[in-house]
């Protein structure tokens, strides 16, 4: 008679270290929050994450309507040949060389940034990044058991790079590359000449990468030009660009990005990595190749779009008392501070027990773009991808929130 056994333990498998360390999103953990705040019917305005409201170019669908395939294959592992001969075109019109084997399609920046990641450190490796820096770098270090080594930059002087002994002082036998977001996000700058020289002296005479992403390069304000870390000579084998159709064509969704180099042992690792994942979105390649074909006509248009939506968020913030809003000259985001203590609790606030005319504000803690423990915690970090009558009136919902907030907090 085969006999049957009941066993009971109070005992989970247990998660690696690695994950249990990763921090939570500040871009999107307070998801649920405004989810719930929808089914309470109040309106919503999205400022917390870089999703552009302006449509994407119709030739992308175009392409992906009209390829007649019969099926949907993988591609090559480096992307379609097609696409990158596009890419290349596209960096051959800003006046750089960049050869078809010096790019490898990846899913998204996220995916470039991963790789090469995995192909230049070890464990317990670092990579030198000025913050506040966008949030996942920290999560991608930390997924490869390599650590950011923060160098802090400040809101009281716009947020420029700090000196270049302050960044020489993290360099140690474990740095493998400093990082940088050019034009930035989450703080808009735009990094000038001198900025750059340094960074590059400081990579050249200590062997290191120098890693810029460059996703946000179109985005450039007030006249000021954008200034890739491709056009330094003799640095080939340094420089590492990581770029996305994500933001430069409104197409996040197509999850296409690259990682670009003339280092040729370094793209063969990252080739490895793209092989391990089999190939990039079919479609979303198709997409991007027909977008990299736009004229230069497109990007004027969209870059005087975001500009006057900076002028307007700019104007909006300057007018609400205590708030502190630097000068934003590229990208689209502005790391703003705030008259609270804690900006994750009012952010959470805004969502869970105000409203204003029938509508909220949904905001990125600041606290969660910074390394160091305890910086940040009066910031926000703000997308300004609504339309400017949206915008103004986002603003004026926070204004009210702000006042609400300090009179339930004084």
Not at 227 to 235: A, H, I, K, R
Not at 348 to 371: C, I, K, Q, S
Request: hydrophobic share 40%; aromatic share 10%; net charge negative.
């Amino acid at each position: 008679m085969p006999c049957s056994y009941t066993v009971s333990f109070n005992i989970m498998p247990k998660l690696s270290d690695r994950v249990t360390n990763l921090p939570a999103s500040p871009i999107r953990k307070l998801v649920p929050f405004a989810d719930a705040a929808e089914k309470r019917g109040l309106r919503v305005y999205y400022l917390n994450i870089g999703q552009p409201d302006i449509p994407t170019p119709p030739e992308f669908f175009a392409a992906v309507d009209n390829s007649e395939m019969a099926v949907l294959a993988y591609s090559h592992s480096a992307g379609n040949e097609s696409l990158r001969k596009q890419i290349s075109n596209y960096y051959g019109r800003l006046g750089y060389d960049i050869k078809t084997d010096q790019i490898i399609v990846t899913t998204g920046a996220s995916e470039a940034l991963n790789f090469i990641f995995a192909s230049i450190t070890n464990p317990l490796d670092e990579i030198i990044v000025p913050e506040p820096f966008y949030a996942n770098y920290n999560s991608f270090s930390l997924a490869k058991d390599a650590r950011v080594v923060p160098v802090t930059t400040h809101i009281e002087n716009n947020f420029a790079l700090p000196s270049l002994e302050a960044f020489r002082e993290k360099i140690n036998s474990r740095t493998r590359a400093i990082l940088i977001c050019n034009p930035g996000n989450p703080t808009g700058i735009l990094y000038d000449r001198k900025e750059l020289d340094g960074l590059r002296d400081l990579a050249k005479e200590h062997d290191l990468f120098l890693i810029a992403d460059e996703v946000y390069r179109e985005f450039a304000y007030d006249s000021s030009e954008h200034l890739s870390v491709l056009g330094y000579q003799g640095m080939d084998q340094n420089v590492v660009v990581v770029d996305s159709v994500s933001k430069r064509f409104s197409a996040c969704g197509a999850r296409i990005g690259c990682a670009i180099s003339r280092n040729e042992e370094l793209m063969n690792a990252v080739m490895k990595m793209a092989q391990a994942r089999l190939s990039p979105p079919t479609f979303g390649q198709m997409g991007a190749e027909a977008a990299y074909q736009l004229p230069e006509s497109y990007f004027t248009e969209v870059v005087k779009e975001y500009a006057g939506r900076r002028d307007a968020l700019k104007e909006a913030l300057d007018e609400i008392p205590g708030v502190v809003c630097p000068d934003i000259n590229g990208a689209f985001y502005a790391m703003v501070q705030l008259p609270v203590d804690s900006a994750d609790d009012f952010c959470r606030w805004m969502l869970d027990d105000f409203e204003h005319e029938g509508a909220t504000v949904m905001l990125a803690p600041g606290a969660g773009f910074y390394a160091t423990p305890g910086k940040g915690l009066n910031q926000v970090r703000i997308a300004y991808v609504l339309k400017e009558d949206e915008l103004r009136a986002a603003m004026k919902c926070l204004a009210a929130a702000l006042t609400a907030y300090q009179a339930r907090n004084p």
